[in-house]
Structure formats: structure tokens, C-alpha cells
């Protein structure tokens, strides 16, 4: 059954998760771009987008054919081990046992490893490869979030809706700015991404085992909403951990 | 090869950064799906199960962190 519920979370979650990993990519095509030349960039994006469509062809009618239940049940377990890690990240980020991801530092690194590059011959290629390699590994990971949000009969376009209108976000906000997008704030959504991810892998799973979710859909945002508060808990309780321990360290 | 080694290598890095977490988290599904399937317990409480094992996995992985931290 589509609802309202169900159609909000999975654009929701797969908008957010296309989003971070959108951006992610955008720096490395960024950094290839200005510091060796847009062809290369464009190039190895253009590429990476075929292949990624190739995949999809071939791959997505196969899903078809996989029973709802076991897709369900296979696609939750993923998505549990998916979410999972990046919820994990958020919190060991937010409790300050991990350093932030920034997205500056991020296009530094990447410049600063074409520009030692540019004086080899196969300058271009590399930069191509670098801006190919971003795009497609980031691809696959938007891909994967699509299939895995709209892993419901009927959800699928609102997942692909979520994620295309996340593209083209990325792509208006990155050509207006022109820079890297750090002042997106990428810790938080990844904080929410873990949160949805992890909700949706759980949802599946149930679903998978013919769990009869009390309310239907509206288990998801509960799912979501234990997760936030176990997660807040598990920041707080961190971060005075934290700061109990560093504090003679500082002295 | 080295393409597909590296391929390989960010695929499985999507789903596993911790292997303990990555590790209880599977044994956590294939357990409560086994258990579900075979009649040994109701799909309910499989699903509480599953929720309450991803607390748990979790609040074990970011703790063990935070307690390496500051080991010595």
C-alpha cells in the first residue's frame, strides 16, 4: 500500500542520501576542473554516467524477478549494514571521537594530488580517471540508495524522483558558487541519512520476515524517531565520556 | 586488475567499515530470519529483536571506540 508516510520517507531519504554523496562527488570533478581542465572532468563524469546507466539496464530488470520478500529481506540487510555504518560515523563524529568530513579539506587533497600530476604526460587521463572514479563509485552508492529506499512495489520512481531532484540541487547550487560545497551542512545530513537508512533496513527486514508493522507505514517514522533519541543518548553519553577523559590529556 | 581490486574494495568498504559491527549486524538478520522461518518465534518479535540487536551492535561498536581512545 503507497501512502502518504511511505512516499514522504523514501524521497525524503533517498533526496538526502543522493544529496551527500552528490556532493562528495562534485568536489573531486571540481578539483579535476579547475586544476588541470574541464575536458578531463567532463570526460571521466560523462563516462562514469554511462557505465552507471549500463549497470542499471541491465541489472534493474533482474530485481523484477527476485520474490518481494526475499528483494525485502536481502535489500534490508544491506541497507542495515549501509546505514549502520554511516549512523555509527555520525555519532563517533558528533561526540568528537572522529574528525568532521569537510568538503574544503576534501577538494585540497584532491587538487593538491592533480596539481603534483600536472607535469606528467598523461595528465589528462589522470584527472579523467580521478573525476571517472568519483562519479562512478558515488553513482553506485546513489544507485544503491534508490533501489534500497524504493524497495516497495510502486516506490521506485519516488526514490529515482528523490534522487534526481538531489542532482540537479547539487548541480544549481555547485554552478552558482562555483567552489566547494561546505558550507552544505554534510555531518548533519549524514546523521539523518544513518537515521532513515538504518529505519528503512530495519522496516525491510521485518517486511521481509512478514512482520505485521503496527499502523503499516507509520512504523517508519517510529523506527526513525527511536533511532534519533538512542542515537542523541549515545552523543551525549560519548561526549562527556569524552571530555572526562581529554581533559587531563590537556593539562 | 588493479581497477577491479579497487572497484572491489570500495564496494565492500559501502558496507563494512567495522567488521565486528558489519559481523554481529549479519548474524543478527540471518539469526532472527532463521528463527522467524523456522516457527522458533513470531515475526514480532523477530522485529523487536532486530531492532533492539541494532541498538545494541551499535551502542557496542561507538563504545569500544571511545574506550580505545583512551586506553593507556
Redesign the interface.
Given at each position: 500500500m503507497t501512502t502518504i508516510t511511505s512516499i514522504t520517507s523514501t524521497m525524503t531519504a533517498s533526496f538526502l542520501g543522493s544529496f551527500v554523496e552528490v556532493v562528495e562527488a562534485f568536489t573531486i570533478i571540481l578539483a579535476v576542473g579547475v586544476t588541470q581542465s574541464w575536458r578531463p572532468a567532463f570526460i571521466g563524469t560523462g563516462l562514469a554516467l554511462s557505465v552507471l546507466a549500463v549497470l542499471v539496464l541491465v541489472f534493474g530488470p533482474l530485481l523484477g524477478l527476485i520474490p518481494i520478500d526475499i528483494l525485502q529481506?536481502g535489500i534490508?540487510?544491506?541497507l542495515?549494514?549501509?546505514g549502520?555504518?554511516w549512523?555509527?560515523?555520525a555519532?563517533?563524529r558528533a561526540?568528537g571521537?572522529i574528525a568532521l568530513h569537510d568538503e574544503e579539506k576534501a577538494f585540497a587533497a584532491e587538487s593538491d594530488a592533480l596539481a603534483r600530476q600536472s607535469t606528467e604526460r598523461r595528465a589528462d587521463f589522470l584527472a579523467g580517471t580521478a573525476a571517472f572514479?568519483a562519479v562512478l563509485?558515488e553513482g553506485?552508492?546513489v544507485v544503491?540508495i534508490v533501489i534500497a529506499t524504493g524497495a516497495r512495489p510502486g516506490m521506485l520512481p519516488y526514490a529515482a524522483i528523490g534522487a534526481l531532484v538531489a542532482c540537479i540541487a547539487v548541480l544549481v547550487i555547485g554552478l552558482a558558487v562555483h567552489k566547494p560545497l561546505s558550507s552544505v551542512p554534510e555531518n548533519t545530513l549524514k546523521f539523518i541519512v544513518g537515521l532513515l537508512l538504518?529505519g528503512f533496513g530495519?522496516f525491510w527486514?521485518?517486511e521481509?520476515?512478514?512482520?505485521?508493522?503496527p499502523g503499516g507505514d507509520l512504523s517508519l517514522p517510529v523506527?526513525f524517531g527511536?533511532?534519533a533519541a538512542?542515537s542523541f543518548i549515545?552523543v551525549r553519553w560519548?561526549r562527556q565520556?569524552?571530555n572526562l577523559?581529554?581533559e587531563p590529556v590537556a593539562r | 586488475m588493479s581497477i577491479l581490486k579497487i572497484a572491489f574494495k570500495e564496494l565492500t568498504g559501502m558496507f563494512i567499515d567495522d567488521g565486528a559491527l558489519a559481523l554481529f549486524s549479519l548474524l543478527l538478520v540471518l539469526g532472527v530470519g532463521l528463527a522467524v522461518k523456522s516457527g522458533l518465534i513470531g515475526p514480532t518479535v523477530g522485529a523487536v529483536l532486530l531492532c533492539a540487536g541494532c541498538l545494541g551492535i551499535l551502542a557496542e561498536s561507538v563504545t569500544r571506540v571511545a574506550r580505545r581512545k583512551f586506553r593507556r
Open positions: 529481506f534490508g540487510t544491506l542495515i549494514l549501509f549502520m555504518r549512523l555509527r560515523k555519532i563517533l561526540a571521537f572514479k563509485l553506485i552508492e544503491f538504518t530495519i527486514v521485518g521481509g520476515i512478514g512482520t505485521p508493522w523506527l527511536g533511532l538512542f549515545a560519548l565520556y569524552h577523559h581529554a | -
